[in-house]
Nanobody, 118 residues
Framework: QAQFVESGGGLVQPGGSLRLSCAASRFMFRVHTMSWYRQAPGKERELVGSISSTGDTTNYADSVKGRFTISRDNAKNTMYLQMNSLKPEDTAVYYC???????????WGQGTQVTVSS
């Protein structure tokens, strides 16, 4: 069963930055499109952005475009999310998984909490 361990979250002021990491295991990471998702209190989980298996192509939700950047290191089975110019509405638990709109694996990690507040 695929495993995901998200880390790097925390409390940050509006306008600040954070870098999240997603360590993946128990599947062939390098052949899968990978994505970041987030779930805010009282809301459904939403797709933040995706990166192709080779890292050549990325796609982002309109709400984060120009502020967030996804990257990956296939040698380390790890994906990253660089978040800049953070806004209070970015507050959520952030998760990673393979796939994009259609999630590949039913298993999820514990997520990492991002709180943007002054």
């Amino acid at each position: 069963q695929a495993q995901f361990v998200e880390s790097g979250g925390g409390l940050v002021q509006p306008g600040g930055s954070l870098r999240l990491s997603c360590a993946a295991s128990r599947f062939m990471f390098r052949v899968h499109t990978m994505s970041w998702y987030r779930q805010a209190p009282g809301k459904e989980r939403e797709l933040v952005g995706s990166i192709s298996s080779t890292g050549d192509t990325t796609n982002y939700a309109d709400s984060v475009k120009g502020r967030f950047t996804i990257s990956r290191d296939n040698a380390k089975n790890t994906m990253y999310l660089q978040m800049n110019s953070l806004k209070p509405e970015d507050t959520a638990v952030y998760y990673c998984n393979a796939g994009a709109v259609v999630v590949t694996f039913s298993s999820w990690g514990q997520g990492t909490q991002v709180t943007v507040s002054s």
